[in-house]
């Protein structure tokens, strides 16, 4: 069995994913030749931050594996300018893109998609993202896969259209809910009072579906058909926000058909 | 000083807030004489739990706090069933219901809300509970204030309209996310994926507006305008659920105009 730690890596990005996965990757025991982008600023950053090089220029790229952290667009035209050995491993981390994208001009190729959301104000645990990989040959997954598990405990070996669907769950569960947050933080600050009161609240609704499936863990008026209690909420809203709240009320009169509460 | 601790309560109501108020009160050092209401095997269940008497009949109440830990409609009719003496003290849990409410039957009352999602199915440490605290007189709230400081570390005192704001915020971070939560699940069983993939990310969701404002937290395909990665994910999802997507993502887009990621 090959060392897998002696495989060198290079990451293209410089943007949250690329940010997040590079010390992953150190801490997983790789070397990581260069972080390279356009954005030299960024790229700067994450090189001091990580004792790396950086570099602007594809052509110097001579890693076993390369991996595309960069937005969904850019994948193509970046796969289409690397000019790499048949040896050298490229990965692309877009929940959306499927790998045939890759393989239309590299043969030996894969994903390594980390199931998270990721801010540069924010450290994550990388043990506890979810890494849904897949490779065009079975010594590509074998690769990705020891690389993917010397990064997190939690490996999936998905297809790329299998993997859209979970992007598209993702996007559901984390980035509208963020906005819900959102809306929220918004009402409170417009009547003074500290957002801070519904932190328990938002820790709690999340770790309830931990345990509870999400249709076991639905409360509120919508699900009790409390319109009294709708009203006086929509009397504290702007229009805009009120047609949000009914609209909301009524998926949730949908998906829960009877008073379940 | 009085010894708030020899104070029996009664507690009307058998849905999911009695059901998790009960075990803190009792936790929190108080008697619980009875609980009271209509629905004999949930008073039946609350009672053998908690080894505390239940009742059907209003009419024996000589706890010196009754608690209305029932449907906002409810409030107002138990309200002014009750008869009390000016001594007992008179409150009620709901989110969205004024103190005025019961200040029209009764002088001596006030209002213990606590700011959480509550399911039988699910155990809540009551200690992380916000309570939100409001009474008619300072003897009121004093008495208000003690017994819900047994129950938790997290008072509020706010009055009956910043309440139903922080109400309305609460549907938004718990009913609406949950909603956000159950079409993920919907979107991942119809493709026959564990919805086990998504609980790391609903986790750090939540987590992360814990030390960052929601506003800096966003990320995803509408907030960076990936217009190509949304079209992917509409092509995923019935026609309701694509309606759905756009509008939250339209309202992503409106809430951060220009891009933040």
């Given at each position: 069995m090959d060392n897998f730690k002696n495989i060198s890596v290079s990451v293209i990005g410089s943007g949250n994913v690329a940010y997040s996965l590079i010390p992953a990757v150190i801490n997983g025991g790789y070397t990581i030749d260069y972080v390279v982008g356009r954005n030299v600023e960024a790229l700067q950053l994450i090189s001091k931050l990580n004792k790396i090089p950086y570099t602007t220029d594809l052509n110097i790229l001579t890693s076993d594996v390369i991996i595309l952290a960069i937005s969904d667009d850019a994948i193509a035209p970046i796969a289409q300018k690397l000019k790499t050995s048949p040896?050298?491993?490229?990965?692309?981390?877009?929940?959306?893109?499927?790998?045939?994208?890759?393989?239309?001009?590299?043969?030996?190729?894969?994903?390594?998609?980390?199931?998270?959301?990721f801010s540069k104000k924010r450290i994550v645990d990388y043990k506890t993202v979810p890494l849904c990989i897949e490779g065009t040959t079975d010594k590509a997954l074998e690769t990705i896969k020891q690389l993917a598990l010397s990064l997190s405990e939690n490996i999936y070996k998905i297809s790329s259209s299998e993997r859209l669907s979970v992007h598209t769950a993702a996007v559901f569960v984390s980035n509208f809910t963020n906005i819900m947050y959102t809306m929220g933080?918004?009402?409170?600050?417009?009547?003074?009072?500290?957002?801070?009161?519904?932190?328990?609240l938002i820790l709690e609704t999340a770790q309830k579906v931990i345990t509870l499936h999400p249709t076991e863990?639905?409360?509120?008026?919508?699900?009790?058909?409390?319109?009294?209690?709708?009203?006086?909420?929509?009397?504290?809203?702007?229009?805009?926000t009120q047609s949000l709240y009914s609209l909301l009320s009524n998926l949730i009169q949908d998906q829960f058909p009877r008073n379940q509460s």
């Open positions: 040896e050298q491993l490229i990965l692309h981390t877009a929940g959306s893109v499927s790998l045939d994208v890759l393989k239309q001009y590299h043969n030996y190729c894969g994903v390594l998609y980390p199931l998270q959301t933080a918004k009402i409170l600050e417009e009547n003074g009072i500290d957002f801070n009161i519904l932190k328990p863990a639905q409360t509120g008026p919508a699900l009790r058909r409390d319109t009294k209690t709708m009203k006086l909420h929509l009397n504290q809203l702007d229009s805009k």
